[in-house]
């Protein structure tokens, strides 16, 4: 009997102790890493997205027909085609500022291009740039040179702190942390996809995970149930021994 007992209360020390970790685990989401997302679960990894669009400002004629000029060369650099473009076939040239290192923020357009109308959700660091046009992204000038924003900070050319002004000009989102440096009062969260968006109520947690007093019960008691069954298990060892 002592050893059916001694076997049922081994089993229920090894269930709660899956059991504790599998709470843990559901608790703690994996931060992602920066790169490109087709979709992200906003319910499981809460984010914050200012109400705000980036504004575009104003650029003398010389120095917008020279980024023209560079952002051809950049096309021809890359076009398998045989297409030389020129100054004429750069459309448009957005500037939305210039950087504290001398980087220019801006989106520029080839006349015929056609994008693709999905999102493309980039993940910057702490950030979160929702390009809602594929291939729309703004990127960085530098030197007469075109870098998008997520291959600059890869690539080292980007540090932390010039990102937060980057974040800061075009109105990065942000997942929720418990940074106090970041203002949430102005955001609110939302949940994208490449057809709808939808506003949701997000917890604020250091890993992105929404705190639930329920998960937190649930480690509770199983760490209860674990120190109790053990002390059980031990008394019977000691009454064996005797």
């Not at 760490?223 to 060892?237: M, Y």
């Given at each position: 009997m002592k050893k059916i007992l001694a076997s049922i209360l081994s089993t229920i020390i090894?269930?709660?102790?899956?059991?504790?970790?599998?709470?843990?685990?559901?608790?703690?989401?994996?931060?992602?890493?920066?790169?490109?997302?087709?979709?992200?679960?906003?319910?499981?990894?809460?984010?914050?997205?200012?109400?705000?669009k980036a504004e575009k400002l104003p650029l003398d004629a010389e120095t917008e027909n020279q980024i023209?000029?560079?952002?051809?060369?950049?096309?021809?650099?890359?076009?398998?085609?045989?297409?030389?473009?020129?100054v004429s076939d750069v459309s448009d040239v957005d500037y939305y500022d210039t950087l504290s290192d001398g980087s220019m923020l801006v989106f520029c357009d080839i006349l015929g291009t056609k994008y693709l109308t999905?999102?493309?959700?980039?993940?910057?660091?702490?950030?979160?740039?929702?390009?809602?046009?594929?291939?729309?992204d703004v990127m960085i000038y530098k030197n007469h040179q075109f870098t998008g924003i997520l291959d600059a900070y890869l690539n080292g050319e980007v540090s932390d702190d010039l990102l937060d002004e980057i974040a800061d000009i075009l109105y990065f989102g942000k997942f929720v942390t418990?940074?106090?440096?970041?203002?949430?009062?102005?955001?609110?969260?939302?949940?994208?996809?490449?057809?709808?968006?939808?506003?949701?109520?997000?917890?604020?947690?250091?890993?992105?995970?929404?705190p639930t007093g329920q998960s937190n019960s649930i480690i509770l008691f199983?760490?209860?149930?674990?120190?109790?069954?053990?002390?059980?298990?031990?008394?019977?060892?000691k009454?064996?021994?005797?």
């Open positions: 090894l269930l709660t102790s899956i059991s504790c970790i599998t709470a843990f685990a559901e608790e703690t989401n994996v931060p992602f890493v920066s790169g490109h997302y087709g979709f992200i679960d906003f319910d499981k990894y809460p984010a914050v997205f200012p109400q705000k023209k000029k560079d952002y051809a060369d950049y096309c021809n650099g890359y076009d398998s085609t045989d297409y030389n473009y020129t999905k999102v493309d959700t980039q993940v910057i660091g702490k950030y979160i740039y929702e390009v809602y046009t594929a291939g729309m418990n940074d106090s440096s970041f203002d949430n009062k102005s955001a609110t969260v939302s949940v994208s996809t490449a057809d709808t968006a939808r506003n949701i109520t997000g917890g604020n947690n250091a890993n992105g995970s929404i199983v760490g209860l149930l674990t120190l109790v069954s053990g002390f059980a298990f031990v008394c019977i060892e009454r064996k021994g005797h």
